[in-house]
T-cell receptor, first 111, second 114 residues
């Protein structure tokens, strides 16, 4: 089976930097994705790591280390609107393209 | 970008009745759609994979007779919750792989069974 573990909650202040970790156990996957979800909304894509290393997209960066079964999402210059749930997700080999999500991290940004 | 339209956005139904949720890919063909269920403060749990023109593949523990999935065309997949009960109240979201290989999500359906 597959499992992706994340901290359930993270709190930070505006302007700060926060890192959300994702540790996983999976038999094989194409890459690690990150999604943001506001209350009652659909997940929106943030970042994707097909290979080990760091990917940067504006204020968001994501990192993957397959040897450590670990990845993280880094959010810089936090804004109040970044308060949301964040999910890591993987697409498993030979599983018809289905995307499996982590448990999710609720980020609260305080003024 | 790719768009998946999901309807209804919310629905309230009486216990024992059935509810149909539709997902349409508006500007691309979706041979495969994925249906998720999400309880408050929890993750998106994959329920089933819907394939155009063939039977859906259900995840372990999901009752296929209760959650009927139909994918009759390349742009439309439906999920019908049959004989709904209060424990079926949840947020249901569909997703499809778009032409760029990414995943596009519908806006979700909030189902409340009373």
């Amino acid at each position: 089976g597959q499992s992706l573990e994340q901290p359930s909650e993270v709190t930070a202040v505006e302007g700060a930097i926060v890192q959300i970790n994702c540790t996983y156990q999976t038999s094989g996957f194409y890459g690690l994705s990150w999604y943001q979800q506001h209350d009652g909304g659909a997940p929106t894509f943030l970042s994707y790591n097909a290979l080990d290393g760091l990917e940067e997209t504006g204020r968001f960066s994501s990192f993957l280390s397959r040897s450590d079964s670990y990845g993280y999402l880094l959010l810089q210059e936090l804004q109040m609107k970044d308060s949301a749930s964040y999910f890591c997700a993987v697409r498993i080999y030979n599983q018809g393209g289905k995307l499996i999500f982590g448990q999710g991290t609720e980020l609260s940004v305080k003024p | 970008g790719a768009v998946v339209s999901q309807h209804p956005s919310w629905v309230i139904c009486k216990s024992g009745t059935s509810v149909k949720i539709e997902c349409r890919s508006l500007d691309f063909q979706a041979t495969t759609m994925f249906w998720y269920r999400q309880f408050p403060k929890q993750s998106l749990m994959l329920m089933a994979t819907s394939n155009e023109g063939s039977k859906a593949t259900y995840e372990q523990g999901v009752e296929k007779d209760k959650f009927l999935i139909n994918h009759a065309s390349l742009t439309l997949s439906t999920l019908t919750v049959t004989s709904a009960h209060p424990e079926d109240s949840s947020f249901y979201i569909c997703s499809a792989r778009d032409r760029d290989g990414g995943y596009t999500f519908g806006s979700g359906t909030r189902l409340t069974v009373v």
